[in-house]
C-alpha cells in the first residue's frame, strides 16, 4: 500500500517547471529527483500544497500564483548603487548575482539589473518573484520521515 502525501514524509518528485510563456525555468532531467520533507517548508507554499494527498505514481499539473511562490516584486527591495560599490569585480553586467549583507546583517542575493554610466540597479527580490510557476510534476517516492529529519525539518 502506498503511502499519502502528508506532513512528515520525504516525497521524491521529479518536474519541469515553466513560466507563462513555456519557458523551462528548472527542472530535475539531469540531476534527478528532489527529495523533500513535506510539511517543512523546503518548497514554495503553492507547490507543497498541490502534492498534499497524492501518492507516487501521480503525475500533476501544479500552477502556482506569486503569492503562493516566490513572491509579489517589491520596488522597495530595487535600488541603484555606485559601480565603485563592485569594487574588485573586473566586469559588471545585467544578469549577474551577488551576496549582499542587509542592514541587519542577513546575507541576500541581489541581482544586476542594469548598468548605466556608473549607476548600477540591484534588485533583492527573489528572480522568480512575480511569477506565475507552471510545474510538470511526477512523484517517484514516498516514505516515512526519520525522527531526526522531523527534528531538523529536512531530509538526511
Known amino acids: 500500500m ?3 502525501i502528508t506532513d512528515n514524509l520525504v516525497v ?3 518536474y519541469t517547471l515553466t513560466n507563462d510563456d513555456a519557458t523551462v525555468l528548472d527542472s530535475t532531467e539531469e ?3 528532489m527529495d523533500y ?6 518548497i514554495i507554499q503553492g507547490l507543497e500544497d498541490g502534492l498534499e494527498g497524492k501518492q507516487v505514481g501521480d503525475k500533476l499539473k ?3 500564483d506569486p503569492e503562493d511562490g516566490y513572491g509579489e516584486v517589491f520596488t522597495e527591495l530595487m535600488q541603484v548603487v555606485d559601480l565603485a560599490s563592485f569594487e574588485g569585480v573586473e566586469s559588471v553586467e ?8 542587509t542592514d541587519e546583517g542577513e546575507l541576500e542575493i541581489v541581482t544586476i539589473k542594469s548598468v548605466e554610466g556608473n549607476e548600477v540597479t540591484i534588485d533583492a527580490n527573489h528572480p522568480l518573484a512575480g511569477v506565475t510557476l507552471n510545474f510538470d ?3 517517484v517516492g514516498v516514505r516515512k520521515a526519520t525522527a531526526e529529519e522531523i527534528e531538523h525539518e529536512h531530509v538526511h
Open 62 to 64: 501544479v500552477r502556482v
Open 137 to 139: 510534476v511526477e512523484i
Open 37 to 42: 520533507l513535506h510539511g517543512g517548508d523546503n
Open 94 to 101: 545585467a544578469g549577474m548575482q551577488f551576496e549582499s549583507e
Open 31 to 33: 540531476s534527478g529527483p
Open 2 to 4: 502506498s503511502l499519502t
Open 12 to 14: 521524491s518528485i521529479t
